[in-house]
């Protein structure tokens, strides 16, 4: 297992993901546990999933605006108060210098202990999880963990014209990697998550059977992690960035 640090130790956690939603499949059960745990967790979402839904009826300019609502609504059946949005346009996504200023800046705000960030390589096992905007946001949050945000001369703008300090991020937490190291338990919790991916009405609800299709996954994460059977866990790979 990862040397990974205790959440008391955790003051703040910044969640970092290109398409609202993406949090809660990879990881609400686990946010769930930090903020009952007293962890202030913040949301930065890259895009507004305006290239997301099913219902051709609902107005395309109509779908930033519903997504976003959609996220903050999720956010707070985890205990998520603080959702931001970058506006960047869904299936679009780079890693560009643009990108990565956008996260430092963030990262210097909010000043995390702990960064959750999707994974920048493809899934060859399962194609949905290496979206180009995953890998993109990915590749981007770890730039701006290493170097940017601690960099005092990486975009010198964010210090000179918005009196951001040089911020260091002790643990970055992958999600949907090919090589989890680390499980969360998230058994108690999997309503929570649940009730945060209902709140994403546009994207899950035409899904059927939610709860029984995640609960299979989460349990062969169990599995792995070498939980008793009738356990549900999230993985991640976890870093130690300090
Ligand atoms: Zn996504």
Not at 76 to 100: I, N, S
Not at 139 to 159: I, K
Not at 234 to 240: H, I, M, N, Q
Request: aromatic content about 6%; proline content about 7%; glycine content about 8%.
């Amino acid at each position: 297992m990862a040397g990974v640090l205790d959440d008391a130790e955790i003051a703040r956690a910044l969640s970092i993901t290109a398409h609202p939603d993406d949090v809660d499949f990879a990881a609400a059960g686990t946010v769930a546990r930090w903020t009952e745990a007293g962890i202030e967790v913040v949301y930065c979402v890259v895009t507004d999933g305006d290239a997301g839904g099913f219902d051709e009826d609902v107005p395309r300019g109509d779908m930033p605006a519903l997504r976003r609502a959609e996220q903050v609504a999720a956010a707070k059946c985890v205990g998520v108060q603080d959702v931001r949005f970058l506006g960047y346009p869904d299936g679009r996504v780079e890693a560009t210098l643009d990108l990565r200023r956008d996260l430092a800046r963030v990262i210097r705000q909010v000043r995390p202990d702990r960064v959750l960030c999707p994974s920048p390589e493809r899934s060859y096992a399962r194609i949905g999880i290496g979206h180009p905007d995953h890998r993109a946001v990915g590749s981007a949050a770890l730039d701006a963990v290493y170097p940017d945000a601690r960099n005092p001369f990486a975009f010198p703008e964010l210090r000179e014209r918005e009196s951001l300090a040089p911020w260091i991020v002790r643990e970055v937490w992958i999600a949907g990697g090919a090589e989890p190291n680390h499980y969360v338990d998230v058994t108690d919790t999997f309503p929570r998550k649940i009730a945060a991916l209902r709140a994403h009405e546009s994207q899950t609800g035409q899904m059927e059977d939610l709860p029984g299709r995640l609960k299979g996954r989460l349990a062969l994460m169990a599995g792995q992690a070498g939980l008793p059977e009738d356990r549900l866990a999230e993985g991640f790979r976890v870093l130690d960035t300090a």
